[in-house]
């Protein structure tokens, strides 16, 4: 295997773990904000709900 194969290989794993991870938090919270806060769960993709949210971290 060349480097540039070795690279691109790399690349690929990590931008696939990248991905997973944040296909995972999505799913994590629509599942907390559906289940856990009775609303709608795909409520949580709205930029409301996110500017609330990061309006209560500050």
Do not use: C, K, Q
């Amino acid at each position: 295997m060349s480097s540039s194969e070795h690279i691109l290989r790399t690349l690929i794993v990590v931008v696939g773990i990248l991905l997973a991870g944040v296909v995972l938090f999505i799913i994590g919270s629509m599942i907390g904000y559906g289940v856990m806060g009775d609303g709608n769960p795909f409520g949580v993709l709205l930029p409301g709900v996110w500017r609330h949210i990061l309006e209560f971290v500050r």
